[in-house]
């Protein structure tokens, strides 16, 4: 699980320990264990938020972990091309590669580590698939896609593309310098990262060695939720335990904590965390499939607006690149 690393961890400004007279530590208000499943073409997942009501995820709608899965030649799979409406996909790639194209001309190819954050607003169609020279060698495939609401005034806003590479997103360390925290959008301890939300949110990727801590403020006013995606240990101020695939959902606070067990297997040396939180925007969803509206007349009205051709069109020449880059990919904001 590369995503970024760094060569050493204690050059990194460090979360200070939140002072205890002055902080509430968040509890566990609830713990879950992802189910298996398919996806796309048919890559492997795991529905992160499955059975969690969904006024506790708000503002976000749907999480997956793609992999963790080794590929043989030939094996590796995407999605076709698809609709959106009214909402944002995030896919963060820590293993692998994928290609993302989409009917307003964004695009580009993410691996380790890089973040594709796309704004369906009013409508858009894309595509994401492993590029031809994946397919043909196979490899280590693992990620995320996250759904993130977007409330009702901002829903018909012009779909638009960010390529967040690996490289900008904010580095810090936990105060006993055991764990790498990864800040992809929002803020952490007063660090940003290059995300650019319209729903107010955070989203963090946190490595923790052995026996670390990791404790860090966390704003009131955002839902806390932390999943572990590899390895073993326990979160919240009660210190329950939690393992891979399992999700955390935290009660009110300024602050949250996760640890890692003094043990972990083979397989997952470290454990790693994704802690994610937002801005409830706490109005009505109407969900259907690839749209995610305010009511249902205006999901069936998404719907006759994609076969009537409204949210684009397939590009006549599909040029999605096959090996990384550097630059902005075309229509990126």
Do not use: C
Not at 71 to 82: F, N, Q
Not at 111 to 124: E, F, K, L, P, V
């Amino acid at each position: 699980m590369p995503a970024i690393t760094v060569d050493d961890i204690t050059v990194l400004p460090r979360i200070a320990t939140p002072d205890v007279t002055s902080v509430r530590q968040r509890a566990v208000r609830g713990i879950t264990t992802a189910p298996r499943g398919f996806e796309g073409d048919g890559f492997p997942v795991r529905r992160a938020f499955n059975g969690v009501d969904l006024m506790e995820l708000d503002p976000f709608i749907h999480l997956d972990q793609m992999g963790e899965v080794e590929y043989a030649p030939g094996e590796p799979k995407g999605t076709p091309w698809h609709p959106h409406r009214g909402f944002e996909t995030v896919t963060y790639l820590m293993d692998g590669t994928f290609e993302h194209s989409d009917s307003n001309g964004g695009g580009g190819v993410i691996s380790n580590g890089d973040t594709q954050w796309m704004t369906a607003g009013a409508g858009i169609l894309h595509i994401e698939k492993p590029p031809e020279a994946l397919v043909v060698s196979g490899g280590l495939f693992h990620g995320f896609q996250l759904w993130v609401n977007l409330p009702k005034a901002q829903k018909w806003s012009p779909p638009r593309y960010q390529d967040i590479r690996a490289g900008e997103v904010g580095l810090l360390a936990s105060a006993d310098g055991g764990a790498l925290v990864r800040v992809i959008a929002g803020e952490v301890a007063g660090h940003a990262g290059p995300g650019s939300t319209y729903t107010p949110m955070s989203l963090v990727h946190a490595t923790l060695s052995p026996e670390a801590t990791l404790s860090m403020p966390w704003r009131a006013d955002y839902n806390a939720l932390v999943y572990v995606m590899a390895g073993s240990g326990t979160v919240g101020s009660e210190q329950i335990p939690v393992t891979m695939g399992q999700l955390a959902v935290l009660g009110p606070g300024n602050a949250l904590t996760v640890a890692a067990s003094l043990t972990q297997e083979s397989r997952s040396p470290t454990l790693d965390v994704l802690i994610l939180g937002g801005h409830p925007i706490r109005e009505p969803v109407a969900w259907a499939g690839p749209f995610v509206m305010n009511t249902r007349e205006e999901v069936m009205q998404a719907l006759t607006d994609y076969e009537a051709g409204k949210l684009g069109s397939i590009p006549a020449v599909h040029g999605a690149p096959t090996t990384l880059t550097e630059s902005t990919p075309p229509g990126a904001a």
